[in-house]
């Protein structure tokens, strides 16, 4: 599965400060989706620089299988959408920068329950809207903040918002699905594309 028609965003990180406070930020200004999508021009890779270590990690409460290039971290943490809680399940890797043309990757995948009474009260598309806005203002640096778009797609056959941004040397892409009553982002900074293909590629729900 591919995140097809250009939707790979040119962009770069901060090697040295990025603080992804994905959950429990407070709602600022809304960020208006992107008219186009942002073409991503194929990245060359150096010749010294060797494939991530992928390793398929099954998460069965999550119901989810996808391969990382490590052996993730998790953690959970509280937020609220809509002045409900989510209580989100995190799984992440985060790989330290080499050199200044290797630079640090991470990768991450998170999921969340949505209470009953949200979706009684909100449509889908109000619920999608509204955490992916939340997520993008979790993400705490101002390259990012001031370049940051989402855009609707439907990812894995699921109604999805892809959010990518610009910054100082990496790519950021992210989705953010929606089941009948979950939500599930998967978060990628790197710089090179075919780890993003890979990454993206092995994300799939498990029944």
């Not at 040295?16 to 200004?29: E, P």
Request: glycine share 4%; hydrophobic share 40%; aromatic share 10%.
């Amino acid at each position: 599965m591919h995140l097809g028609k250009g939707q790979w965003l040119t962009m770069n990180l901060k090697t040295t400060f990025l603080t992804l406070c994905l959950i429990g930020c407070c709602l600022s200004l809304p960020v208006k989706a992107a008219a186009e999508p942002v073409l991503l021009s194929q990245q060359a890779t150096p010749d010294d620089r060797q494939g991530l270590p992928w390793r398929s990690f099954p998460s069965t409460s999550g119901n989810y299988i996808v391969d990382l290039p490590g052996i993730p971290l998790k953690q959970t943490s509280i937020s609220t959408l809509l002045e409900r809680e989510l209580h989100w399940q995190m799984a992440a890797v985060t790989r330290p920068a080499v050199n200044k043309s290797d630079l640090f990757e991470y990768y991450l995948v998170a999921y969340a329950d949505i209470p009953r009474s949200l979706r009684y009260e909100f449509s889908q598309k109000e619920l999608l809207d509204a955490a992916a806005i939340r997520v993008v203002n979790d993400i705490r640096d101002e390259q990012l903040s001031a370049t940051l778009t989402i855009e609707e797609i439907a990812f894995q056959g699921l109604p999805s918002r892809l959010m990518t941004a610009e910054g100082l040397g990496q790519f950021l892409v992210a989705t953010l699905s929606m089941t009948g009553d979950r939500l599930y982002l998967v978060l990628a900074i790197d710089d090179d594309q075919a780890n993003f293909e890979h990454f993206y590629n092995s994300f799939n729900i498990t029944p």
